[in-house]
């Protein structure tokens, strides 16, 4: 299109009145060159916006349709259209363009001042192709790493205050009893475990539903299976809450921990790693000698042992407060403390205990709190809605779940209690699943359901 117009220009020039035959021949050969140069800077312009060409051919096409416009009135004495000069007024010049070599005195005045227009023209189509404003092409995406000025500064979320309430689970230990192999055996108290950890219970007491089974502390007598229920169960559960660098030097080769590698880890809070810096950790006493007035020497799976300020049995397992100051030496510091600090202090879900019970009221008799539990709450498919159930304050609060007849058989069977009835017994007795599809809830699947539901009553209700 530019060498077409250069070509129409060039025509116009040999048609016009010119009277020294010999001048316009020397002019002829100055055009030649200033033509030669432009067609120069015109390849190169066309070179470097071969890639904006096709977006440009809109605005192009219009341009060449004024100069033709312009070329039709060449001959004439008129003015130049209006429309033509806002065009070249609208696009800003970045290069100059070579002067134009000076017409004859037989050229018109009008004829002369077209020309020039028109020269303006085509250096404005130049400059149009070569202005990347227009482009098709998207714009290039932004970087990936920088960094949001609205996020770059956000708060630190303020400290979990501690908890001073607990939450605790009754469960017999004959659910077992009903899996059909050791595998799966392993697997339901697998799932136990999980839900315990999941919703933050302190304490799961296992008791015995079966009257047959007589229990002295955690050894159980008068069965003849060759495993029973209630200890399997506890010692899976006691195995899980263990941290892994302490269950070799406090779990011994056992046939019930057979298929305990195939379950799920709880990963809990205290259930660290060696990199992982905090205030409290779980350890256990090495058999190491030390110098009197010294405490014992605790591996808490970290690079180096930490000593504490007491002096305890070796193979005890006990949590120590770490001395964040002293990290040098040979040796870290520490204090032993209680196991339910971390909670008290940081609100910190610190695992829970399990504790065997011989019957359903020793669970509540031997209890391991000083106070006591202060809030019981039974579930049976034939207790309250839980949806309209108001939880009151407290400070221990005990849910029992039944076994595979519910808890009804089970508070029969305890001769200690003088009253049989759920509903004296218990602060509440409460329907967790209402309007159930299945004709019987599996107590691992009643565990979920009922911890799930009376989630919101302990957060609100237990005593800060």
């Known amino acids: 299109l530019l060498?077409?117009?250069?070509?129409?220009?060039?025509?116009?020039?040999?048609?016009?009145?010119?009277?020294?035959?010999?001048?316009?021949?020397?002019?002829?050969?100055?055009?030649?060159?200033?033509?030669?140069?432009?067609?120069?800077?015109?390849?190169?312009?066309?070179?470097?916006?071969?890639?904006?060409?096709?977006?440009?051919?809109?605005?192009?096409?219009?341009?060449?349709?004024?100069?033709?416009?312009?070329?039709?009135?060449?001959?004439?004495?008129?003015?130049?259209?209006?429309?033509?000069?806002?065009?070249?007024?609208?696009?800003?010049?970045?290069?100059?363009?070579?002067?134009?070599?000076?017409?004859?005195?037989?050229?018109?005045?009008?004829?002369?001042?077209?020309?020039?227009?028109?020269?303006?023209?085509?250096?404005?189509?130049?400059?149009?192709?070569?202005?990347?404003?227009?482009?098709?092409?998207?714009?290039?995406?932004?970087?990936?790493?920088?960094?949001?000025?609205?996020?770059?500064?956000?708060?630190?979320?303020?400290?979990?205050?501690?908890?001073?309430?607990?939450?605790?689970?009754?469960?017999?230990?004959?659910?077992?009893?009903?899996?059909?192999?050791?595998?799966?055996?392993?697997?339901?108290?697998?799932?136990?475990?999980?839900?315990?950890?999941?919703?933050?219970?302190?304490?799961?007491?296992?008791?015995?539903?079966?009257?047959?089974?007589?229990?002295?502390?955690?050894?159980?007598?008068g069965v003849t299976k060759r495993t029973n229920g209630n200890v399997v169960l506890a010692r899976i559960l006691q195995y899980l809450e263990t941290p892994q660098y302490l269950r070799k030097a406090l779990f011994p080769h056992h046939p019930d921990l057979k298929f305990a590698g195939l379950l799920n880890p709880l990963d809990c809070p205290h259930h660290m790693r060696a990199t992982e810096q905090y205030p409290f950790r779980e350890g256990v006493i090495v058999k190491r000698p030390t110098k009197k007035g010294k405490g014992s020497f605790v591996d808490c799976g970290i690079d180096k042992e930490v000593q504490i300020d007491k002096e305890l049995p070796a193979g005890m397992r006990v949590t120590v407060r770490m001395d964040q100051e002293c990290t040098g030496g040979k040796y870290y510091k520490g204090v032993a403390v209680s196991p339910d600090t971390p909670r008290k202090e940081l609100g910190t879900y610190w695992g829970y205990k399990v504790r065997l019970a011989d019957s359903f009221s020793a669970a509540f008799t031997e209890c391991s709190y000083q106070d006591g539990y202060d809030l019981t709450i039974g579930t049976s498919d034939t207790g309250d809605c839980l949806d309209t159930a108001h939880i009151r304050h407290f400070k221990h609060a005990i849910v029992f779940l039944g076994g595979l007849q519910g808890l009804e058989p089970a508070i029969e069977a305890d001769e200690s209690l003088a009253e049989s009835e759920p509903r004296t017994i218990f602060d509440y007795y409460l329907n967790t699943c209402p309007n159930q599809g299945s004709r019987t809830i599996r107590t691992e699947e009643a565990l979920f359901i009922t911890l799930a539901g009376l989630r919101r009553n302990f957060s609100e209700g237990g005593m800060k």
């Open 3 to 221: 060498y077409t117009i250069k070509f129409e220009l060039r025509m116009k020039r040999k048609s016009s009145e010119i009277n020294d035959p010999k001048e316009a021949i020397g002019s002829q050969s100055e055009r030649k060159k200033k033509d030669k140069r432009m067609r120069g800077s015109v390849k190169k312009q066309k070179r470097n916006s071969t890639g904006t060409m096709s977006a440009k051919s809109s605005s192009v096409s219009s341009l060449a349709s004024s100069v033709m416009s312009c070329d039709s009135v060449m001959t004439a004495d008129e003015n130049v259209p209006e429309n033509v000069l806002d065009v070249t007024a609208t696009v800003s010049s970045t290069k100059k363009p070579p002067p134009l070599t000076p017409r004859t005195s037989s050229l018109s005045q009008s004829s002369a001042s077209l020309i020039k227009k028109k020269k303006k023209l085509l250096l404005a189509v130049e400059e149009d192709l070569d202005t990347p404003t227009n482009s098709p092409l998207p714009p290039p995406p932004p970087s990936t790493t920088a960094i949001d000025e609205s996020t770059a500064e956000l708060p630190l979320p303020p400290p979990i205050a501690g908890r001073s309430y607990t939450v605790s689970v009754a469960l017999p230990g004959s659910i077992c009893d009903n899996a059909q192999s050791p595998e799966l055996r392993t697997y339901l108290a697998g799932q136990v475990g999980r839900a315990l950890s999941i919703f933050n219970v302190d304490e799961v007491v296992i008791f015995n539903d079966n009257p047959g089974v007589k229990v002295k502390g955690s050894v159980f007598e």
